[in-house]
């Protein structure tokens, strides 16, 4: 099997995902204590929202050097696209 038949294709609808849930912690106020993460995989605490947007899978069975670098790449793409994405909408990390 090769690298890149193990790495995700980008979706502008996974992309659009993320928007919507930072928009959605945008939106809400900050906890003045912290909560624990839920099965949603977001917690709030003073100063803080948090979202997981990408988990990779478990490498128990297979820590090879390929399947590891086809998860980061993956991660780096996602990362990447939602960047561009919130360029193109004019947000920055200052707000």
Do not use: K, Y
Not at 17 to 30: E, M, N, T
Not at 51 to 76: K, L, M, P, Y
């Amino acid at each position: 099997m090769s690298t890149s038949s193990l790495v995700q294709p980008r979706s502008t609808h996974r992309v659009d995902a993320h928007v919507s849930i930072i928009d959605g912690l945008i939106s809400q106020p900050l906890l003045e204590e912290s909560s624990r993460p839920g099965t949603s995989g977001r917690c709030s605490g003073p100063g803080f929202h948090v979202a997981v947007f990408h988990e990779s899978r478990d490498f128990w069975d297979d820590r090879s050097t390929e399947i590891a670098q086809a998860a980061g790449r993956e991660r780096e793409a996602d990362l990447a696209a939602l960047s561009a994405s919130s360029r193109a909408a004019g947000r920055t990390a200052d707000g």
